[in-house]
């Protein structure tokens, strides 16, 4: 009897490893907790079968209706949508977006009277995208909402095992679908994308008329880096006044590739100190057609970025009125004493709508601030050599309403010059610029700065950019970064909770660049088809400080590349050419190349102020033997760039050996010495690999219910057994 009991338990406990989980109960307009079903039988199923199961699942959500749809009259929230972006260049498909601490609601705005689809992910494709499917249905005027994703190889969407966006309402007029729902920031589910501060590529697709539940081809797509989590610091509840800063009627010539314009303006006249707390870009840029300057609602304007500097106090008043009332100079032909206008107070970069400053500080403007000029620089990428008249600029907003603290823009990184080098054929190539212990120990205040915000610029190559911070010996968290860098989006980033930067404490920028798809070397400079690598940090309080940089010293970069010697020049007169922006005024070689001939022009344009790389393809090789007689650019484009044997130690050398360092004032001064230092010894933080976090989509592990069934019967079978053999004893 006492063994028949025991038996008996034992198949009980089996039975019950087997029965089916109910599972947990969600009240209606609960997010669920989402977890990971048949994680395992996803990855065996083919695309076909996975198209055959995204049918059954429209087919049945038709059907199930998750909401009833809304009054047409109804349709709209009412909702304060914090965040509002044209996702195309015509406005067809407006994005509007709010989010909380935890989740995240979106109104798209879309001319179609088809399906409209909304994606997120690291690059601008669908595949392995977090894909969102909504449309109204034509007949019943119901609002319909899917949760997609889009296969790894082919891009195509399907559906979902766990839906996880909510649908809150939508509507269907004549010309447009317009579609609210929201979801978790984090939904604790592989087929999503996690929402977090990092640019991310958002995803839009149109389709047919009449595309219902159904996806069929779009009919019109595209891509937009965002940053959907940004915060706003739009000081609405204060007077603002603005000062607009542009460039008047100024003519780019259809051969001018790249073009660097600059033009001193004076401050308006304003009884007491202003505080500068914000800016706009004005972008006026007119392509001219048969000798005429016209507006065209598409046209691209060449600018690309565009920077306000403070000029500091000079008695020469007379001539800076004069340079006031002046259009300009082309940028290597500024006058020298245009030199101490290096402190920047707006730094705007493609893609950027513009900035608020944090709410507790503000820049000084005005004479009473102590700052009577300014000089505006914009940079021109005009690739298309089209001839244009442009009168853009920056739109200052200040307000008479000071803030708690004066603050100041620090410029920061990699000194932009040629011997910034970037190989092709690497998929992450890292480089870094300095801001020396020396820099910051001899010119911050006891007390040390508050780091508010930075702005990141890099160019199109750039992957990842970051604002490291070394104190001592320890690195400490990383200021700014961002893992999935776009050039066409640039916005600064708030610190949150600000950062303490002391006296003799260490900047380090550093950028990853991906250049797979590039033949030569890409050289430091400002054109778009150069490279950078430069932080704009926002701090208070103010310093007299205006530029930390650094840069790879000349001999030692040469040697890098295995070049000992040059004819006709010196490496110490070559430094200075590259400490002078790289003028080749006074190189008289025969080897001198005429890069401003004609047929230069005609095939590349002028490349305007290039940063020395003229120079380096004007340098020819004396020692060693091997490569005697070649230009310098004709041998770093012969070197074998795609065997790491090469680029690793040469990534090595230059990233972790010896930096120029440089430390500038406002009044265009050195705050120390040039200094050629190794790169600092410090305990680096334990990698964080964000990169795999957010580049990529978030892969979590499988807690499906399958797998717990799995260890429930395994366990049960266990203690079955076990007790078959104590009673059996």
């Known amino acids: 009897m006492y063994i028949q009991t025991i038996l008996t338990l034992s198949v009980i406990l089996l039975c019950d490893a087997k029965l089916p989980r109910t599972k947990s109960h969600i009240q209606p307009n609960e997010f669920p907790s989402n977890p990971i079903q048949y994680n395992d039988a996803l990855r065996l199923l083919q695309p076909e079968l996975k198209n055959e199961k995204t049918s059954r699942i429209v087919d049945q959500y038709k059907v199930r209706h998750r909401r009833e749809v809304f009054d047409s009259n109804l349709y709209d929230s009412g909702l ?35 399906y409209v689809g909304l994606g997120f992910n690291s690059e601008g494709n669908m595949r392995g995208a977090d894909l969102v499917v909504s449309w109204v249905d034509d007949d019943t005027g119901r609002a319909q909402i899917l949760d997609c994703h889009g296969l790894d190889v082919e891009g195509k969407p399907v559906a979902d095992e766990v839906q996880n966006y909510e649908l809150i309402s939508g509507h269907q007029n004549h010309t447009h679908t317009t579609i609210e729902f929201r979801r978790l920031l984090n939904t604790k589910d592989n087929q999503d994308f996690l929402i977090s501060d990092e640019t991310i590529q958002v995803l839009y697709a149109l389709g047919p008329p009449g595309s219902d539940g159904q996806l069929p081809k779009h009919v019109k797509s595209g891509s937009k880096p965002l940053r959907l989590l940004q915060t706003l610091s739009n000081p609405s509840s204060v007077p603002l006044l603005h000062w607009d800063v542009t460039i008047g009627n100024l003519s780019i010539p259809h051969d001018m590739a790249t073009l660097f314009w600059c033009k001193i303006f004076k401050v308006p006249d304003l009884p007491k100190k202003h505080h500068i707390v914000g800016y706009l870009p004005l972008i006026d840029s007119r392509p001219i057609r048969n ?103 920056i739109r200052v907003l200040h307000t008479p309403t000071l803030r708690q603290h004066d603050a100041a823009l620090l410029g920061a990184g990699v000194g932009v010059s040629a011997l910034h080098l970037i190989p092709p054929k690497q998929r992450q190539y890292r480089t870094v610029g300095i801001c020396g212990s020396e ?135 070559i430094q200075n050419l590259f400490l002078s922006s790289g003028n080749l005024d006074n190189i008289t070689s025969p080897w001198e190349f005429d890069m401003k001939s004609r047929n230069y022009v005609e095939e590349t344009g002028l490349q305007g102020d290039d940063q020395g790389v003229r120079l380096l393809e004007s340098l020819v090789i004396k020692n060693p033997a091997e490569f005697r007689n070649k230009s310098f650019m004709a041998h770093l484009n012969e070197m074998q760039w795609s065997e790491p044997l090469l680029t690793e130690p ?23 010495p040039i200094e050629i230092q190794a790169y600092p010894i410090y305990h680096a933080l334990p990698s964080n690999d964000i990169s795999e976090k957010h580049y990529k989509r978030v892969k979590l592990p499988s807690v499906t219910s399958a797998a717990r069934s799995t260890r429930r019967q395994f366990w049960s079978a266990i203690l079955a057994v076990c007790l078959t053999i104590i009673a059996i004893r």
């Open 80 to 114: 304060n949508w914090t965040h509002s972006e044209s996702l195309d260049q015509h406005g067809d498909v407006v994005l509007k977006w709010t989010s909380s601490q935890n989740d995240i609601t979106f109104r798209i705005e879309a001319r179609t009277l088809g």
């Open 439 to 573: 820099c910051t120990n001899s010119l911050f205040p006891d007390t040390g700065i508050n780091i508010v915000s930075v702005l990141l610029h890099v160019h199109g190559t750039a992957r990842k950019i970051s604002l490291k911070h070394v104190r001592g010996q320890q690195e400490q968290e990383v200021i700014s970064e961002e893992n999935s860098y776009d050039a066409r989006y640039q916005q600064s980033r708030v610190v949150p909770g600000g950062r303490k930067f002391l006296k003799g404490d260490i900047l380090i920028t550093e950028c990853t660049y991906d250049t797979t798809t590039r033949d030569k070397p890409i050289l430091g400079g400002y054109s778009t088809s150069q490279e950078m690598c430069l932080s704009f940090v926002l701090y208070y309080p103010r310093t007299e400080l205006a530029g930390c940089y650094s840069m790879t010293p000349v001999d030692e970069f040469f040697e890098t590349f295995g070049v000992k010697e040059f004819y006709f020049m010196s490496m110490t007169k």
């Open 650 to 672: 040469i990534e090595r050398r230059l990233y972790r050996g010896l930096h120029m360092m440089f430390c500038k004032k406002q009044d265009d001064t050195w705050g120390t």
């Open 291 to 393: 000798a005429i300057p016209v507006v065209e609602k598409n046209s691209l304007s060449p600018v690309h970025h565009m920077v306000l500097y403070e000029c500091a106090v000079d008695p020469d008043v007379y001539s800076w009125n004069e340079w006031a009332e002046g259009s300009g100079f082309f940028g290597p032909n500024r006058p020298s004493e245009w030199a101490i206008c290096a402190t920047p107070v707006a730094a705007w970069a493609m893609g950027s709508k513009g900035e608020f400053l944090p709410t507790n500080v503000g820049i000084p403007l005005g004479e009473k601030g102590g700052v009577s000029f300014y000089m505006l620089e914009i940079h021109y990428d005009n690739q298309a050599l089209h001839e244009v008249l442009d009168n853009s600029g």
